[in-house]
């Protein structure tokens, strides 16, 4: 079965500093790989997603991931941190079905950003 | 935009009520889940349908039940709501195929007494 791991529960990091948040995953096949954003009290959007081709991937905000399937790992970047940023990020592996896509996720990383 | 709206923000039911969660969707999506958020272990899915009247069991299906007699609307059942049923429900469409991203709503936070 897919799983994926995010070992960091809460980062700091100061305003204005680079940010690396882990994500290793689980899955026989080759995976597609998702990370989301949930502000508080707010519902999950989509930051980006791989699923072919290159293996560095740009999205929203100013966010990026790495696929590294040697190192079964796709961890998210940024190169410097807005206050905004502060959220819970959650990256996911998504399994086809026969009936449709399934994603498992991770249990998330709490983002604090010090102004 | 994707709309994904979850009739109920905040609900308080007490244990052994029957609980309805209710979700509508606007954009004609094929696929619709129902995720479970709880601290500590992320989002843990319930039950999704790929389309109208089917539904396949998640990893925690266990004390629920769902409904998806309209395309648009996908509904999550508590039979006989328990405590351990307390939690942040979260609902999600996608139009289905490979990597079709889920579009969420912004929750219902479930409490039973």
């Known amino acids: 079965a897919q799983s994926v791991t995010q070992p960091d529960i809460h980062i700091t990091v100061s305003e204005g500093a680079s940010l690396e948040l882990r994500c290793n995953y689980s899955y026989g096949a080759t995976p597609y790989l998702f990370w989301y954003v949930q502000s508080p009290g707010q519902g999950l959007q989509l930051l980006l997603k791989?699923?072919?081709?290159?293996?560095l991937v740009q999205g929203i905000k100013g966010f990026e991931a790495e696929f590294k399937r040697s190192q079964s790992s796709f961890n998210l970047r940024k190169p410097s941190v807005h206050w905004s940023d502060a959220a819970e990020y959650f990256c996911?592996?998504?399994?086809?079905?026969?009936?449709?896509?399934?994603?498992?996720f991770g249990t998330g990383t709490q983002l604090k950003v010090e102004l | 935009d994707v709309k994904v709206t979850q009739s109920s923000r905040y609900l308080v039911k007490r244990t052994g009520e029957k609980v309805f969660l209710e979700c509508v969707q606007d954009?004609?999506?094929?696929?619709m889940f129902w995720y479970r958020q709880d601290p500590g272990l992320g989002l843990r899915l319930i039950y999704f349908s790929y389309d109208v009247k089917m539904k396949e069991k998640g990893d925690i299906p266990e004390g629920y039940s769902v409904s998806r007699e309209k395309k648009e609307r996908f509904s999550l059942i508590l039979e006989s709501a328990s405590t351990n049923q307390t939690s942040m429900y979260l609902c999600?469409?996608?139009?289905?195929?490979?990597?079709?991203?889920?579009?969420f709503g912004n929750g219902t936070r479930l409490t039973v007494t």
């Open positions: 999600a469409s996608s139009p289905g195929g490979e990597s079709s991203p889920l579009h």
């Open positions: 791989y699923f072919s081709g290159d293996t």
């Open positions: 996911a592996v998504e399994k086809l079905t026969g009936g449709g896509n399934k994603l498992t």
């Open positions: 954009m004609d999506h094929e696929n």
